[in-house]
């Protein structure tokens, strides 16, 4: 899969509020997805659909526990964290490179008068 569909994906993924509220709460720690979805005072089974686009996508990945491989833990991937960054890296700078061609082109400007 090409760079490009992954970040489509991870937008896509995020852009789900209660998705990104998972994010958040997995930034603080590794969590069941009973915890999960009692966080978002929601059903089992539609917290479950939120993690299935996660995990798809690969911001998170499941974990079975050992004392009982029923119990999934749930946690943050960061590779495609460092993909999504790189990419807003590049943006930036795009950016950062325009605003300062054009600072430079209106303090030109401005001795010139």
Known sequence: MGAARRLDETF??????????VIDLLR???RRAGELAAAFDMSAPAM?????????TGLVE???IEDDARVKVYRLRPERFGELRAWLDEVES???DQLSAFKAHAE??????
């Open 12 to 21: 896509a993924a995020l852009a789900d509020p209660t998705r990104r509220g």
């Open 28 to 30: 603080e720690e590794p």
């Open 48 to 56: 479950s659909r939120h993690l299935r686009v996660l995990r798809k």
């Open 62 to 64: 499941e974990e079975a």
């Open 94 to 96: 795009f950016w950062s």
């Open 108 to 113: 030109r400007t401005r001795k010139k008068t």
